[in-house]
């Protein structure tokens, strides 16, 4: 897990996270509220979700410089993993994970704080980065564990 990002990294991400969606002002009115704010999956990204515990332990084997943004809920011990829009059936055979359809609402507090037991464990920095769909697989999939083959993270 990365340390706590700068403060302009942090602006930066939640600047990001505010131009995915279709009415940023609308968000940004649901955060002053202290709520948690929607944001539809599949034009900028897709969502996976899979248990916290596990996607603790995955996001150390993958390592902070391949990391995309992972929001965590610790009430409920959920994450959700933010993958590239145009991901298909690469993560099906992962039985931990799943991944959610077009205009599915992600409930995402902002960036610079957490609302309701959310949480960004690894926050947007900005630059778009999304988690590679192999490197999730790979940390979650079967065997999941820290064997993982050199070759599996480049």
Known sequence: MALHPAPYVRQAGQD?????ADQPDAIQR?????ELAPFRTGLQWK??????????DAI?????????????????ERAWWLLPPGLDDELD???LLTV????????CPPVLYPVRG???VEAPDGSGRLTDPVLL???LGPGGGPRLPAEAFG
């Open 16 to 20: 990001w996270l505010l131009s995915c």
């Open 30 to 34: 649901v955060w002053d509220t202290e």
């Open 47 to 56: 969502a996976a979700e899979a248990p916290l515990g596990r996607s603790m």
């Open 60 to 76: 150390k084997r993958i390592g902070p410089d391949r990391l995309g943004p992972v929001l965590a809920d610790v009430t409920s």
């Open 93 to 95: 055979d992962i039985r």
């Open 100 to 107: 959610h359809p077009h205009g599915w609402p992600l409930r």
């Open 118 to 120: 959310r949480v960004w």
């Open 137 to 139: 697989g790979a940390a």
